[in-house]
């Protein structure tokens, strides 16, 4: 198996946070998914181009969840490392972990599902053809 990680460097600015540091926490979910899609680019050629080659409407989320575990001020430098740990049938769940210098600041999750049209209605889609393009990608990045 190959592993399927990346690190992304996020810039906190004013606005992303209040006075205090406290980050507004939508904010953490958005950054997790610019991290998700840095990775689909890094890995594949970027979400539109995965799922067209999937025949997928997208890549959706499913579940997520986030523990803070301490402030971001203005002018910070968040890394933000995403790893793929577990795929199922149907599913795929990615573990995000972000840091400032050392300090740990958000631990995240993101269950996912490829999916699909069907007719009117929406359906999961295999996950195995997405993880083949990934680690495929993943390979060609480690070469």
Do not use: Q
């Amino acid at each position: 198996m190959i592993e399927i990680v990346h690190e992304n460097s996020i810039p906190v600015s004013f606005g992303d946070c209040d006075p205090a540091g406290i980050v507004y926490y939508p904010n953490h979910f958005r950054w997790f998914d610019a991290t998700f899609h840095a990775l689909l680019f890094r890995h594949g050629e970027g979400h539109a181009a995965i799922c067209a080659g999937l025949g997928s409407i997208g890549l959706g989320l499913i579940d997520v969840g986030g523990t803070f575990r301490s402030p971001a001020v203005n002018g910070d430098r968040l890394d933000l490392v995403v790893h793929i740990v577990e795929w199922n049938a149907k599913t795929f769940r990615l573990a995000y972990r972000g840091m400032i210098g050392g300090r740990p600041v958000v631990e995240g999750f993101e269950l996912r599902g490829v999916f699909i049209r069907d007719g009117e209605r929406l359906r999961a889609g295999e996950v195995a053809p997405l993880r083949a393009i990934l680690e495929a990608g993943a390979g060609r990045a480690a070469s």
